[in-house]
């Protein structure tokens, strides 16, 4: 087929906008499967689209960082890197490198016959500590409509912190909190693209012309979840049963089509699309079974009794 299998031909196919290699699993949670059926345009706006959107959400940063999917990128970033505030230390910046550094803080109270300076610095920085000060103190000076000595500031500065009564505090593994929050829409479009288009794969081309298929597609070129009467579009997301957990690992993104719905897993989330119409020629009426390895960025097709049988034994 020449055409993209998501605009079908409204954008065509022309030097400018060629057909590309697409990851049906994308390449940023570590999908190898590619094929050329989807033109330039459509595989940008996908990308730009909920596929950026998943991409850049810290639900899909922590697993990949973890299992080091890089994807297009020579190197991925902590997705904890940033700053954030302690009880007891204050405003501290977790590094690339996961290295924690306390961010320097002072604050100065005036006071009747002068002012009380309080600092707190990470014991990494000291050497920041005088200069740091020298200019808070200034700045108190100026803010009060007083001559400003810098020599004056200088020495002051340095019997200050001679005399300073220090205090160290150490804090073993500081809890980091904060919510992960998911796109659901997004999430949508990303599971329903994996079903339309493997099954695209698996059954071929003319699977096109099943009339959930061609809902989904359009759902995918428009990025809109479009509301059917007759009920022939509709998922789970997530999933509601839990016993499809007791069949399928987190280690791996797992898309199963039964019948004429798709179960796909991503990262232990699981999700049903219904992907052909009833009693549509493209129902798979025992199951089948594809197993995508996202560390080694293999893949493999399994019948579902195959798969169960391979369980009993693992169990046994």
């Known amino acids: 087929m020449e055409a993209c299998i998501i605009c079908i031909g409204e ?14 699993i994308p390449e940023f949670i570590g999908g190898s499967l590619v094929k050329k059926n989807v033109c330039k345009k459509c595989n940008s706006s996908m990308g730009t689209g909920f596929e950026g959107a998943l991409a850049n959400s810290l639900f899909y940063k922590l697993p990949r960082f973890i299992h080091d ?63 740091l000060l020298e200019k808070k103190i200034a700045r108190h000076l100026k803010s009060q409509g007083k001559e400003i000595d810098k020599a004056k500031i200088s020495e002051g500065v340095d019997k200050f912190l001679e005399e300073a009564n220090q205090k160290h505090n150490k804090v073993d593994g500081p809890e980091i909190k904060g919510r992960i929050s998911i796109d659901i829409n997004a999430q ?12 695209v794969f ?3 081309d003319s699977y096109i ?7 989904l597609r359009v759902m995918l070129q428009t990025q809109t979840q479009t509301q059917t009467p007759d009920n022939t579009l509709r998922g789970q997301f ?18 199963m089509f039964i019948n004429s719905a798709c179960f796909i897993q991503l990262f232990g989330l699981p999700a049903v699309v219904m992907y052909a119409e009833e009693g549509s020629q493209f129902q798979v009426e025992e199951g089948i079974v594809y197993k995508f390895c996202y560390k080694s960025q293999k893949y493999e ?15 046994t």
């Open 238 to 255: 997530p999933a509601e049963n839990e016993g499809y957990k007791n069949f399928f690992d987190d280690e791996n993104h797992w898309v």
């Open 188 to 199: 949508v479009m990303l599971y329903s693209k994996i079903a339309y288009e493997l099954a």
């Open 209 to 215: 012309n099943d009339p959930v298929a061609d809902k």
């Open 69 to 131: 999917i890089k994807g297009k990128k020579s190197s991925l970033e902590n997705p904890f890197s940033g700053v954030y505030e302690h009880q007891e230390v204050g405003r501290f910046r977790v590094n690339e490198n996961g290295d924690l550094t306390v961010i320097p803080d002072v604050t100065i109270e005036q006071l009747d016959n002068g002012f009380a300076v309080n600092m707190s610095i990470d014991k990494s920085e000291l050497k920041k500590a005088k200069p």
């Open 202 to 204: 698996h059954f071929g």
């Open 301 to 315: 097709v399994i019948a579902l009794a195959e798969h169960l049988s391979g369980l009993t034994r693992s169990s």
């Open 11 to 24: 954008n065509p196919i022309t030097e400018e906008n060629p057909l590309t290699d697409e990851h049906i």
